[in-house]
């Protein structure tokens, strides 16, 4: 059994309490349980709002307390229950509220715990405030403890405050940002000085070692920790592109502030749509990168280099395998063991082509979500670059077909198109000898490739995370994925889908 993992704060005011509390909440999500205790007006509900205004970025939030309702429910991110067990005589009218048992997929918020331990999970956070009324009248102490599998969660609560407090941090307002399909999460530190972002990347392999003895993430070499991200940022920075500066980092626990980009993006309106002159940005940045001599070792510390890995066969098949795996079980299709030996032995023998082809830096998630436009910078600068930590050894089009067959937003074809020519143009202006068909093949393969991938993780997203708003991206990359399988050099695979893959649900 965990041991219990405990620490103690004291909150000189209620903005103490609401940046604890934001901190917390980059550690939290769904399915966990947080308690909150202490006598009348220690400050639980305080807390208990602190907390759900920031998840709803939203500090005018009406946030009453549940005293009389006994529960109140949040759909902000993620489903939040708010409950107060004030007036519960006993545990078995928790039912009656919504609360025996706890609902699943859901943060809770419990005010009065001691109303009903017997109730309360084995997995939870306890904190109990005190006042401190010799500090001030809005001074208190919190005693914060995690119990089972939340004692790690404490104990990462502990030392990301530690590294706020070191980097002098520690009284920045916190403003939430919107985190990615990763286990990674962020907030903007406001000070008078200025703005920084944090980037809280707990080390965490990707799903259980089935890859031959790896997890996913290592099998298809995604980051398991920062090292990556701050490698390859000031790689990027010292060829000329606009990645954030690293200004503190704590490499070990996963901790760093970095230069704040802003929020201007490459699309506007509503549905989104891409900005064409940033786009062609964006592509000009692109060709730029790709006409460097890059490393493939970058140095991350005096004494540490980081090896950049290799997108390799192996790591795109197992990628091309989240479709089996996932994306047939989630339609309801069960495919032939003869069928899925055909489609593994047709995906390696196309793969050897992009294998053999010239290798670059390929940021891998390339497109909207992760561009950021500093307009008051000029040329290829003003495309911020924010998602790298991924980055792998592998061809040119691989990025092309990140941002031009954008998986959340709709890229008309003739924009593709268009900005498709402008690449080969530009590295046709620097290299005579730049192929524009060879390109334009590995592009239809590469695109089959990553879109195939993409019906696979998010199907998995749904089923294995919980997160099933990524089905509605489906449609898009079946679009996309059908655009690719029209190229000569994949017309085994057009019939293949067409005989064995169901289209997604619009």
Not at 29 to 44: E, H, Q, Y
Not at 233 to 257: C, K, N, Y
Not at 400 to 411: C, Y
Not at 438 to 461: C, H, K, P, V, W
Request: no cysteine; hydrophobic share 45%; aromatic share 8%.
């Amino acid at each position: 059994m965990t041991a219990p993992a405990t620490f103690s704060v004291a909150l000189a005011n209620e903005t103490a309490t609401a940046h604890l509390m934001a901190d917390l909440a980059l550690l939290v999500g769904p399915g966990d349980v947080i308690t909150l205790s202490g006598d009348l007006g220690a400050g639980k509900t305080a807390a208990a709002r602190a907390m759900i205004r920031y998840l709803a970025d939203d500090a005018a939030l009406e946030v009453p307390s549940p005293t009389f309702t006994l529960a109140q429910s949040y759909d902000l991110p993620f489903p939040i229950v708010h409950a107060d067990l004030y007036r519960i005589n006993d545990a078995s009218e928790l039912e009656e509220i919504g609360l025996s048992p706890l609902p699943e997929a859901t943060l809770v918020l419990i005010e009065w715990p001691e109303r009903a331990p017997d109730a309360l999970p084995a997995d939870r956070i306890d904190i109990a405030f005190t006042h401190r009324p010799a500090f001030g009248s809005s001074a208190r102490a919190a005693e914060i403890t995690g119990h089972g599998k939340a004692a790690a969660q404490v104990e990462r609560l502990n030392a990301l405050r530690n590294f706020l407090g070191d980097t002098g941090f520690m009284d920045a307002r916190r403003e939430r940002m919107p985190g990615d399909a990763s286990t990674r999460s962020y907030a903007r530190l406001a000070q008078d000085d200025g703005t920084a972002i944090l980037m809280n990347a707990p080390r965490r392999p990707d799903g259980p070692a089935i890859y031959d003895g790896k997890s996913y993430s290592a099998a298809v070499h995604l980051a398991e920790d920062v090292k990556p991200f701050v490698a390859i940022a000031s790689g990027l920075r010292r060829h000329g592109f606009s990645a954030p500066a690293i200004r503190h980092t704590d490499l070990e626990q996963g901790f760093l502030i970095t230069e704040d980009f802003g929020g201007a993006g490459v699309i506007e309106g509503e549905p989104p749509r891409p900005i064409a002159e940033r786009y062609e940005a964006a592509t000009d940045m692109l060709a730029a990168l790709h006409r460097e001599t890059l490393p493939e070792t970058l140095p991350l510390t005096r004494e540490l280099d980081y090896a950049i890995p290799v997108f390799d066969v192996d790591a795109w098949l197992v990628e091309i395998g989240l479709m089996t795996e996932w994306y047939f079980v989630d339609r309801g299709v069960e495919l032939s063991r003869e069928a899925r030996e055909e489609f593994g032995a047709m995906w390696r023998q196309v793969l050897a082509k992009p294998a053999a082809a010239p290798r670059t830096w390929v940021m891998r998630d390339f497109h909207s979500p992760n561009i950021i436009w500093l307009g008051e910078r000029t040329g290829i600068l003003r495309v911020g670059i924010i998602d790298f930590q991924d980055a792998v050894l592998g061809p040119a089009a691989y990025d092309m077909v990140s941002l031009l067959q954008d998986a959340r937003i709709d890229v008309p074809e003739q924009l593709e198109l268009s900005l498709l020519t402008r690449y080969i143009k530009a590295r046709r202006a620097a290299d005579s000898q730049f192929d524009a068909a060879d390109f334009a093949e590995l592009y239809a393969i590469m695109s089959a490739q990553r879109n195939t991938r993409l019906l696979g993780t998010f199907a998995r997203l749904n089923r294995r995370d919980g997160k099933p708003q990524y089905l509605r991206h489906q449609p898009r990359i079946w679009t996309y994925l059908n655009r690719s399988l029209a190229h000569p050099a994949l017309a085994g695979f057009r019939d293949w889908y067409a005989a064995h893959v169901p289209p997604p649900v619009a």
